[in-house]
């Protein structure tokens, strides 16, 4: 009984409550909400990039979901590769509604601890703006930047003060909220050599006020409270980018920005190494370096350098094992190396190798219907391209573990289905095919030889790959 009465409490906070009902929960909390033109059936909710369940939504689009118990902090819930985090604490009962047209902006919490996250989404679409028009500020010098960003921070930190004045509120949120205000600040300045100067010469770096980066004295490295939320996850990332780059001028000959340099991609690991000492954010950060310059080369030589260095530092054995794995893989890939024949299945759900239906000059594209955009954009490049290359068969990929979906997900945006496939057994064929990354391109031979395993069709070199497959 007592559960029918919450269901019904928190259905009753979703459609329309304007005060918080209060009923005590203890440790657990919930998380519920309506998706508006769902593009799949399902939700996601992770905490400390641990997936923690999927949750079906029923017929009315609806769910709810119990968490037991409830750590304070950020969660991170995901709905057809759209993804926004939610502030959780003990006794909270949250529901939201949200229409995947206008994910970001639809967005509206209700229930107990819905003033906070509204505020933080509202937060989260003001930056997304900023961030934008800042951009027009980017060509403007160092000192104009600078007073820009100064009174953008001072006008936030005035409404949070007077949010924090109408509500009580956690020592935790108020953390996260002056987090979002500080972070994005710095990620700005972070980014700003990059925008500015463009091909980010040595004696430009140098030329910045002697105080511009004044506030990296007091970075916390290892902020576990804050090591998924965006606006920390950003400028950790365009830090570790300036600072590596820095790093390198001091030690190279190079005058000029290389991002696929292996000496400035070793120097990234090892400021991570450095400067992080919390488990998880460090193994996190090595991780993600690693896999996208692995996914930017075709040097195996210097990933097998880089494979070592990574090893020294990571203590995650998953991470390990992975990456090991993968570049063995990669050199398996080998331009003239043969297609691994791994099984999918087509629009009848006949299983078939792949070698069963490459006859011609072959590209192969992956997707998946947790990456929409992508998703859209590649299956529209590819529209164009079988027109100006009829030489050419492109077949999409479909890497879901789902072996239903993504049939269904196709016949949404009424896309052909001849040329359409899935992978009977995803993991055992992503390893085969070294995907580490969805944007990954395969470019195959009539007699099933590769000739690169790692284009992409948005490249600016790409038609001219696609020439030189037409006349292998």
């Known amino acids: 009984m007592k559960q029918f009465y919450l269901c019904l409490l928190l259905m009753a906070c979703f459609w329309g409550c304007k005060k918080d009902a209060k009923i005590d929960l203890g440790d657990n909390g919930y998380l519920g909400g309506e998706i508006i033109n769902p593009n799949t059936r399902f939700v996601t909710i992770s905490k400390d990039h641990t997936l923690l369940d999927t949750i079906l939504l029923d017929q009315n689009n609806r769910f709810l979901y119990k968490i037991t118990p409830v750590k304070p902090g950020l969660y991170t819930f995901s709905h057809g590769g759209e993804i926004q985090m939610v502030f959780l604490e003990p006794n909270d009962s949250i529901m939201f509604r949200l229409n995947t047209i206008d994910f970001d902006e639809s967005l509206v919490y209700t229930g107990i601890g819905a003033k906070e996250n509204n505020y933080l989404i509202n937060m989260f679409i003001e930056n997304e703006h900023i961030n934008h028009n800042i951009l027009k500020f980017s060509q403007a010098s160092p000192e104009v930047f600078q007073k820009k960003l100064d009174s953008i921070r001072t006008e936030q930190s005035e409404k949070f003060s007077a949010f924090n004045s109408k509500y009580t509120t956690s020592a935790l949120f108020k953390k996260i909220a002056l987090a979002n205000i500080d972070y994005n600040y710095y990620a700005l300045k972070e980014l700003y050599p990059f925008t500015f100067y463009g091909n980010s010469e040595l004696k430009n770096l140098e030329s910045l006020p002697k105080n511009f980066y004044d506030y990296r004295a007091k970075i916390n490295y290892n902020d576990d409270a804050l090591k998924d939320y965006f606006p920390y996850y950003m ?227 790409f038609e001219e790959e696609l020439l030189g497959l037409i006349n292998q």
């Open 235 to 461: 400028f950790l990332r365009y830090h570790f980018n300036n600072i590596a780059l820095q790093k390198h001028f001091k030690h190279s000959n190079d005058s000029i920005f290389n991002p696929k340099s292996l000496d400035y991609n070793l120097d990234k690991l090892e400021l991570v190494d450095s400067l992080v000492s919390n488990d998880s954010i460090k193994n996190y950060w090595l991780n993600y370096y690693a896999l996208r310059y692995i996914n930017s080369t075709n040097n195996l030589t210097d990933c097998d350098t880089y494979l070592n260095s990574f090893l020294d530092k990571s203590s995650s054995k998953t991470n390990n094992t992975y990456l090991t794995n993968l570049i063995a893989s990669l050199k398996k890939l080998r331009p003239g190396s043969e297609l691994p024949n791994t099984i999918v299945t087509n629009k009848d759900n006949e299983e078939l190798h792949i070698h069963d239906f490459i006859k011609h000059p072959t590209v192969i594209y992956f997707w998946s219907f947790n990456m929409k955009n992508h998703f859209t954009e590649s299956h529209k490049k590819v529209q164009e391209l079988m027109q100006k290359y009829p030489e050419i068969d492109f077949i999409a990929m479909n890497i879901d573990k789902d072996d239903k979906q993504w049939l269904s997900f196709l016949k949404q945006y009424k896309y052909g289905l001849d040329n359409e496939f899935h992978f009977k057994n995803p993991e055992i064929s992503r390893q085969a095919m070294a995907l580490n990354s969805i944007h990954r391109v395969m470019l195959i031979t009539k007699n099933k030889t590769i000739v690169n395993s790692n284009s992409n069709m948005f490249s600016k070199t």
